[in-house]
T-cell receptor, first 113, second 114 residues
């Protein structure tokens, strides 16, 4: 079945360090890909998305490129801030009649000053 | 504007009891989803409503779980004869259309079954 795999956390970085969180997926067809973020005490929210191969999603300095050949959607940021501390979820949605989203297990990020 | 709200934020119950969890979606959103999130895991799909009808309930783990959305807005997730394994965060999400590519999540209800 369809699934999403993410690098295990927790990840701890110093402020201004570079971030990469790896994500790979297994799915038939051409799913849409997402990164959701959950800040402490808050609900899940969409960070960025890409709907077809080679698309790059970007938001708040984060980027991820839809790589069909490697079935990957790695999340990157050049310089993290303390406020980026959160849990990040990679997810996919099959292009069926509705958005049935399959989430990865999440990666916890802590950024220290 | 108001986001998705869920009540209660926390629910503690005893094994075997019945519980109801409520979700108020964003006004005008036709699609509504319930997910269950265990500690350290990503959300898992439970059920999807389009309007008043449950269009896909394939994620409900067993017949103790049931959900309704009688007027196409507020939804209630109902769990009968709760078990300790039902303890989790229950998340509700809504989207404007069935194919919106963005779901808006509520803060969740933390259910603990003792």
């Amino acid at each position: 079945g369809d699934s999403v795999t993410q690098m295990e956390g927790p990840v701890t970085l110093s402020e201004e360090a570079c971030l990469t969180i790896n994500c790979t997926y297994t799915a038939t067809g051409y799913p849409s890909l997402f990164w959701y973020v959950q800040y402490p005490g808050e609900g899940l929210q969409l960070l960025l998305k890409a709907t077809k191969a080679d698309d790059k999603g970007s938001n708040k300095g984060f980027e991820a490129t839809y790589r069909k050949e490697t079935t990957s959607f790695h999340l990157e940021k050049g310089s993290v801030q303390v406020s980026d501390s959160a849990v990040y979820f990679c997810a996919l949605s099959k292009k069926t009649s509705y958005d049935k989203v399959i989430f990865g297990p999440g990666t916890s990020l802590s950024v220290i000053p | 504007g108001a986001g998705v709200s869920q009540t209660p934020s926390n629910k503690v119950t005893e094994k075997g009891k019945y519980v109801e969890l409520r979700c108020d979606p964003i006004s005008g959103h036709t699609a509504l989803y319930w997910y269950r999130q265990s500690l350290g895991q990503g959300p898992e799909f439970l059920i999807y409503f389009q309007g008043t009808g449950a269009a896909d309930d394939s994620g409900l783990p067993n017949d103790r779980f049931f959900a309704v959305r009688p007027e196409g807005s507020v939804s209630t997730l109902k769990i009968q004869r709760t078990e300790r394994g039902d303890s989790a965060m229950y998340l509700c999400a809504s989207s404007l259309l069935a194919r919106s590519d963005e779901q808006f999540f509520g803060p969740g209800t933390r259910l603990t079954v003792l």
